[in-house]
């Protein structure tokens, strides 16, 4: 599967949900290195970050944080999906693999501009408009998801079915076309199919919270928030519906708490607590790291592999929100500007003096309810140790037999 993700092991419905997110965070945790770069120079150079807090220059940004911002937008919609494309590609097919399945992402990552796609209105808003270039696209980890493995899955079928039918001599001809037509051929299809289907399940989510929103029935937004931060729509959410809601309402009262719905750190801060307590044992020493990024950092994308390994922990995740939004509904809480990134520092510089407290308060409970709930469903580690005696068992047993042949003078298998 990965070096970075534990096997699942049994058989059923549960096994197989445990490797399809086993797989999923395959492709994420080894560009793990790739999103905490993006979350540095997030935190210390975008004009709310800390050079420009410490510096008092956030509205007027210095300009060496402008510059280095500038690739800020680069590295999280246009690098990250690629890699996750490529990486997935590679899981499937080895480097070849991994090459069309980073060619066939660049389609699916272009499909708004290719096509002009404009999203749903929202409160009789109107809509943004489509981006003009790749320098305006949102970032579509989702579409990398699926084309990285499946492009890579259909150039391994070809290269199975030419194996052995290709006369000597063309060999390098006959794979680099093959890879090439595949790869270009499936970068149309991201256009024309996948692009616009996760474009658009991106805007339903979000008109589903706007819904919730109207009604009033926010901590049920958790539902459908933190699944799809999961599945890397948090931008598309926050930025796309959250925010200029948040700003409306902030506009009239000074203060909004839809800039708290997906920017909360407790939630994934409790899913990290879970893991580094009952986790996979391989997994754990990676969990510290990440927690600093997330916490104080505001990067949020740092759990989702976490999440995707156990996809049982998206309950956690939503019911640790879902304690958050309704603290900060009972006490009429918000912030008065987006918390970007969301950390518990920025939460701390956008809160109000009168809800700073209360604000705090609900970081705490959201992260514990969600660590609680986690470390449940993780059966407080019981079953990794089960997990990890079966794999030690499955281990010992093969080296038994590869010590018997041994003895018997038989050549050890590979």
């Known amino acids: 599967m990965s070096d970075y993700t534990p096997a699942a092991t049994g ?22 290195g790739a999103f905490i770069a993006f979350g540095l120079i997030t935190a210390l150079f ?5 050079i420009n807090t410490i510096a008092g220059t956030t509205d007027n940004p210095l300009p060496i944080t402008t510059q280095i911002g500038s690739i800020v937008g680069p590295l999280i919609c246009i690098l990250i999906p690629i890699l996750i494309g490529y990486t997935g590609g590679k899981m499937i097919h080895g480097t070849r693999g991994a090459v069309v399945g980073a060619v066939a992402t660049v389609g699916a990552m272009m499909a708004p501009v290719a096509l002009q796609l404009v999203g749903l209105a ?19 980890i989702l579409a990398a998801l699926f084309m990285g493995p499946f492009t890579a899955l259909l150039l391994k079928w070809w290269d199975r079915f030419i194996d052995g039918k290709v006369k000597g001599g063309f060999e390098m001809l006959v ?15 991201g256009i024309y199919v996948i692009g616009p289907i996760t ?24 539902i459908l928030i933190e699944p799809a931060k999961v599945l890397f729509l948090n931008n ?118 009168d809800n700073l407290l209360l604000n705090m308060v609900g970081i705490v409970l959201a992260a514990g309810v969600s660590a609680l709930v986690g470390s449940v ?3 407080f580690g019981r079953k990794e140790t089960a997990t990890d005696a079966a794999i030690d068992l499955e281990a010992a047993q093969e080296r038994s037999a590869e010590n018997k042949k041994a003895s018997k003078g038989q050549p050890a298998s590979a």
């Open 11 to 32: 058989t059923g419905v549960r096994a197989r949900i445990q490797r399809g997110g086993a797989f999923l965070a395959g492709m994420v945790m080894p560009n793990l």
């Open 46 to 50: 975008i004009p709310t970050g800390w």
């Open 122 to 140: 929202l409160n009789a808003d109107e809509p943004a408009p489509p981006p003009a270039s790749i320098a305006e696209i949102a970032p579509n």
């Open 175 to 189: 794979d680099n076309f093959s890879a090439g037509i595949i790869g270009g051929a499936l970068a149309v299809f």
């Open 199 to 222: 474009f658009w399940i991106a805007q339903g989510l979000g008109s589903l919270v706007n819904t919730l929103v109207s009604t009033g029935l926010l901590p049920l937004a958790s």
């Open 236 to 353: 598309a959410l926050n930025h796309g519906v959250l925010t200029p809601l948040g700003a409306a309402e902030a506009a009239e009262t000074g203060k909004s708490i839809m800039f708290m719905l997906e920017s909360n750190p407790g939630p994934g801060m409790g899913i990290l607590i879970a893991m580094l307590l009952f986790g996979p044992r391989a997994i754990r020493p990676t969990v510290p790291a990440a927690m600093v990024v997330h916490f104080l950092g505001g990067i949020h994308e740092i759990y989702f592999p976490y999440v995707l390994m156990k996809p049982i922990l998206v309950i956690a995740a939503i019911l640790g929100g879902a304690t958050g939004v309704l603290w900060e509904t009972i006490f009429g809480l918000g912030l008065v500007a987006p918390a970007s990134p969301g950390s518990i520092f920025a939460w701390i510089l956008v809160s109000p003096p």
């Open 377 to 379: 469903l993780l059966g």
